[in-house]
Each structure stands twice: as C-alpha cells, then as structure tokens.
C-alpha cells in the first residue's frame, strides 16, 4: 500500500497499556482540531475533533486534549490494541475551510 | 456506501507525459477536496470545490496541475506535463457540507521517472 512516510516520529507502546500521541499547532487562531488516524493503503480516517472553547473531549477510548497556552493537542488512546497501529495526524482550521495537517507520528503497537 | 473512490490506484508514468487522477466522491456530499501527501512536505491541501465550483486552488503548486468537477459525482486532477516531483501519493476527499468531517478515499500513489 501506500505509505506515509518513513522518518516520522514513532511511538511503541505495549499492547494493553495506554498511548499518548503529541502535536503542536502553528496558528493560535485556528479554533477547531481533528485527529486522523491512518492505516497503511488507506486515506486518513476522522477519530475525534475539539473545538477551541473547550480544553478535553472524550469518544471511545480516545480522549483529546488541548491546551491553547502552549497550543498543544494531544490524542490519548486507552489499552491500546494492535488493530490501533497507524500514523496519526493532528489538523488545524483556523477560520476558513482549509485544514492543515501535522506531520504525523506512527504508533507501533507490541504484542 | 462505497465511501470515496478513487482511480487509478497506482500509476508510474515518465517525465513529460500527462496525467490524469479521477474521484468520485460520496452520493450527497457537495465539497470535495484534492490533498497530496509526500514524506518532506505532509498532506497538503490542492484545491477544493463547493456545488462543483472551484472555491479556493492556491495550494495548487504550478500551472501544470488543473483540477474540474465537471459535475457533483466526478472530479479529475490533471498533471500535465509531469516531472519526477510530482511523485506522491495524491488524496480526494468529500463532505457533506464545506464545514463537515472529510472523508478520504485510498489514494492514488503517483510514481513519474
């Protein structure tokens, strides 16, 4: 399949434990934030958004985190399982539709 | 639902000659985007379209890369002529409305020598 890049940053965590993938955005007015997650041979897949009036945001065993201060997004994944294996990216909208995406860290899962 | 659908899935073609990506976007949805993704750049925005009008093309990197959206279930990204820096893997995504989560097709891995 496709793949996404080969010197990106990556995380290995122990399948069962819990994965905490960071991303710093540029614009301190962007004011909505995604992350994707993407698998290789496969276009990036939505997981969870956040707004900027709010600080966490909670879905099925991933939690968002924003922290507009430092601007700082991170995406926090409970009992990590191999199936979560992908690069995950980070995007920002500030005030029009475009999106800009982070660079993407990959995400090893260890059995 | 089928979801995004792209074509062809791989293509390598030689430096000079014209290519041409095809999407098909999601039954309903009205914005549809072209993205490309290298290992040095990322995913980058191309143009996108609302209602099968081009709204803003500026992360369209040269004169050689032209997109349509003939009408709402097709769209095409043209290279001509290529060169070996367009290689990448070369992303549509659609939505419902301009404001609404994209979803991305599978991409299409872009190979010029």
């Known amino acids: 399949g496709e793949s996404v890049g080969l010197h990106l940053p990556t995380l290995s965590v122990q399948e069962g434990d819990n994965s905490i993938i960071n991303c710093a955005y540029s614009n301190s007015a962007s004011d909505y934030f995604i992350w994707y997650k993407q698998e290789s041979g496969k276009g990036p897949q939505f997981i969870i958004d956040i707004r900027s009036n709010m600080d966490k945001r909670q879905g099925q065993r991933v939690t968002v985190l924003l922290n507009k201060t430092v601007k700082h997004l991170s995406l926090q994944i409970a009992a990590t399982q191999p199936g979560d294996s992908a690069v995950y990216f980070c995007a920002e909208k500030a005030g029009t539709y475009k999106y800009i995406f982070g660079t993407g860290t990959r995400l090893k899962v260890l059995a | 639902d089928a979801g995004v659908i792209q074509s062809p899935r791989h293509e390598v073609t030689e430096m000079g000659q014209e290519v041409t990506l095809r999407c098909k976007p999601i039954?309903?949805?009205?914005?549809l985007f072209w993205y490309r993704q290298t290992m040095m750049r990322g995913l980058e925005l191309l143009i996108y379209?609302?209602?099968?009008?081009?709204?803003?093309d500026s992360g369209m990197p040269e004169d050689r890369f032209s997109a349509k959206m003939p009408n709402a279930s097709f769209s095409t990204l043209k290279i001509q002529p290529s060169e070996p820096r367009d290689s990448a893997v070369y992303f549509c995504?659609?939505?419902?409305?301009?404001?609404?989560?994209?979803?991305f097709g599978p991409g299409t891995r872009l190979t010029v020598t």
């Open positions: 379209f609302n209602n099968n009008v081009p709204i803003d």
């Open positions: 039954s309903g949805h009205n914005s």
């Open positions: 995504a659609s939505s419902f409305r301009l404001n609404y989560e994209q979803y």
